[in-house]
């Protein structure tokens, strides 16, 4: 409560300042104060916390294990004693009868505090086992603090009465942990209606707990059968987050198919109109819609007489169908989709809305196999759906699968064909006829009975509408190009299966319009098609200039792409010679390779120059080329270097050629007389690119794509591979060059280059390593190396061991820290390899940015469920904040998949 209090003052202070000085207040001041009015109410609230804070801080001792709900409620009998002994110590009368309670009370509460699990076991084991517990047994239950005690009790607690007695608190779940779920689920086996009723009537309570514990409720009720459906409808309707969602479809899957009734099909309903559900669940809302159409008619028999579940399948689907399709994008994904026929539930696609008509259609065919007739089968698509394209699509499309089995019976074939009369009538619907609409009409040209071809193509004329007037056409025409109408559009991709009475009055459209366009397709194409890339390289040819390398040499094929006409050009001629070169290269590499500086004069120009370079440094990164060619291209690619960065192209050279010097030192290979030019043009680039900076959003990242940043790097592989080399350690040029950027004021960018290189560092040159553990290991702030390093870097277990653990630890809590946390994992788990000869690990370092530094994003940590452990052992490993918290590290220290030798 001070600390509190003193808060809101420091913070109304600073208000106040502001108002009289500026006579404005800033939002941060206020949000400040804010915080600290929140605080100061809840501890104002929270009457008794600082002795339930110092009863966890005891219990956190004793068991390594933090106080859930349930314990601190029981911690709270202490507030009351300090209270009442506070009482009689000020003159407050207390008389025999009253002290002898609080001490059988105090003693009782001791000995929950003290006392271990192992001394207390065989009370537990004995109120656990009570047939006919009573109220006493209930508080003395209640007044454990010791978190182990509650796990120890429920696992072997067997009577129903327990429920009605225990505290709300003691049974309620909580974000992370739920003693009471191995009673509740003994309790459920025999009794799921009480387990259900109880969990509704404290739901709001669960929900307080948070999402957590609303998930193990659910996940708990879920196993109750159909006893729990009236409870997941109301969850469903008030909670319709996605892990209640999905935990109500895997329950619905679990009902056997003979107990399923209407309710479980409201229940269905409301998972699938659940528009987070169904846009990010799309596999889980197919395998749904499957339960739903195989629930419809199991067995392949059609459900008859007073069970009805069948019609209720229908309608709901036709139903939520129905409202899906009102949503805004809903009839541009439904024409996106040439054919409905190639969608099928066991791979739903990711849009709900065309899964939702598969299902229907589905359910359609499945019945009319069983020879339902085909109103009845429709009659939820007629109900539930307005009459848009939509609604004609479906018909069509059922109709067309249907014919086959509807055919073979005459009573269902005339039912059948006074259907697709009346379907035919809505076919002009829509902005992109698809292909399966086509297919409907082409089945109606080539079965149509004689006596039914006349209505047939009336309706087709009715659907189809209007053509338009010869001055319509003209105005069209004079205004060419422009939109075609939508009907026209609509005529002219069906055209090629109508029939001639049909087509005849739109032949003056069709012919105008193939004028235009030329010929429709024989069947509607997709609205949007994929198709391969094709780079063009302004009209410049491939084999052309291939074929001149292989006749002439490749200098002599980039001199003449050189000078080569670009035919399309706009402005970036020379990338499009630049691409070109790339493919050749790719293409031919020994030819490429085998006289750089010939190539390099040839080109003349840096783009060129670059992209040469560029593909050869990229196929040595995928291993095609030879690595005994690294330090020959090496070599010509230093001699054209450019000596000042004066344009974007001369920038993009000198980044290549510090890539290729990286790469060839790191294959071990020497540039002989011209290293020490290199080796103090890199230096060159370091410096005029280092500079005092701080904030860079990813400065690792944004260091290797500059030129310095990259020479940095490439100056360091060549200082690690002489310091191999000779064995005398790091060379004075790369030492001189670290050491001032560590000295100097703090460059984010180059200190994240540093850090990168800290494992090779520290194994190759440890003595230069230990000499700067104040400037390289330090975790804070977030730009030192030994930062980046835990993020980003080869993991290294002695490196690791040298850093400070309480700043390791705080940097592992941190919510952004998956990538170290799978780094520390790799060091703990793996034994790192001695810096011998030109080890692999170095060969293959650049195989990060640039092209090079894969690392820059931070791996996922994958970690398993989240655990309790007990035994002595847990002492050992780090505490976590809390149950609630759910940081990456404190995750880690409850799982159980880190045992506690790991942080021995």
Known sequence: MRSATEAVTKAAGAVVDAWRHRSEVEAGDLDVLVGAVDRLRAEQANHGGFRTRQIGHLVLEQTRQEMGLAETEAALSWSAFYSAASSVLHGSGSGADEARRQFNDVTAAMEQLFLGLPERADRLRELARLDAPVQQNADEVARMTDPRAGVYFFQAVVSGRWLDLLPLSRLLPEEQRWPAVLYLRRLLADEPERVCAWVDENLDSICAQ????????????????????????????????????????????????????????????????????????????????????????????????????????????????????????????????????TITLADPPRVIVVTLMRAVLDLALAEAQLGMPVAQRLRGVHGKLPATEHRARLVAVHLTESWPHDSQRAEAAAEWWQTAVDAAREVGGGTWPSADLADFLALLDAHCPQELRAQMEAALGEGLGAP?????????????????????????????????????????????????????????????????????????????????????????????????????????????????????????????????????????????????????????????????????????????????????????????????????????????????????????????????RLGTSSPLAVAMTAPGGSALLSLTAWGIQSAVRTADGLPEELTATLEALLDADPDDQALAVIGFRLTLLHRCAPAWTAGHVDTLLPLEPAWRPARVWLAHSKPDAALLARLDRTGLWRVLRAPDAEGSLYRVFLARYRTPRPCRGVPRRTRRQPRRGCGRIRDAVPARHLHRPVGERRGDRAGRRPVACGPGCRSPGCRLARSRAFRARHWS
């Open 210 to 341: 948070g999402p957590g514990a609303l998930s193990q409720a659910v996940g708990v009720v879920s196993e109750a059968g159909m006893a729990a459906c009236a409870l997941l409808a109301r969850l469903v309707r008030a909670q319709p987050e996605r892990f209640v969602l999905m935990r109500v479809a895997d329950w619905a899957r679990d009902v056997p198919v003979a107990e399923r009734t209407g309710l479980w099909v409201v229940v269905l309903e409301g998972v699938l109109r659940s528009r987070t559900f169904t846009a990010h669940e799309s596999w889980e809302s197919g395998q749904v819609l499957r339960e739903l159409v195989d629930t419809a008619q199991p067995g392949g028999h059609l459900r008859t007489g007073k069970d009805r579940l069948g019609v209720i399948i229908r309608s709901a689907l036709a139903g939520v169908l129905a409202d899906h399709l009102n949503d805004e994008n809903a009839g541009l994904q439904t024409e996106l989709v040439n054919e409905l026929g």
């Open 468 to 692: 338009p007037t010869a001055a319509q056409m003209r105005a069209w025409a004079d205004a060419f190009p422009g939109p075609v109408p939508r009907r026209w559009r609509v005529v002219r991709r069906l055209s090629p299966v109508l029939s001639e009475p049909v087509r005849g009055p739109w032949e003056p459209v069709l012919a105008l319009l193939e004028e235009k366009y030329g010929p429709p397709p024989g069947r509607p194409e997709p609205v949007v098609k994929t198709t391969s890339w094709v780079e063009a390289y302004g009209g410049l040819s491939v084999e052309v200039f291939s074929a001149r390398a292989q006749a002439d040499g490749a200098a002599a094929a980039v001199a003449a792409l050189s000078a080569a006409h670009v035919a399309d050009d706009d402005g970036d001629a020379d990338e499009d010679r630049a691409g070109l070169l790339g493919e050749l290269v790719a293409q031919d590499l020994e030819t490429w390779a085998a006289d750089p500086a010939a190539v390099a004069a040839a080109a003349a120009r840096p783009v060129l120059q670059t992209a040469h370079f560029n593909a050869l440094h990229h196929a040595a990164d995928k291993g095609l080329l030879d690595p005994g060619v690294l330090g020959a291209l090496a070599e010509a690619a230093f001699a054209i270097r450019p000596q000042e960065a004066d344009g974007p192209q001369a920038v993009q050279l000198q980044l290549v050629i510090s890539n290729l010097l990286h790469r060839a030192w790191d294959s071990g290979a020497s540039l002989g007389a011209v290293e020490t030019d290199a080796v103090a043009w890199l230096r060159d680039l370091v410096t005029g690119w280092s500079t005092p």
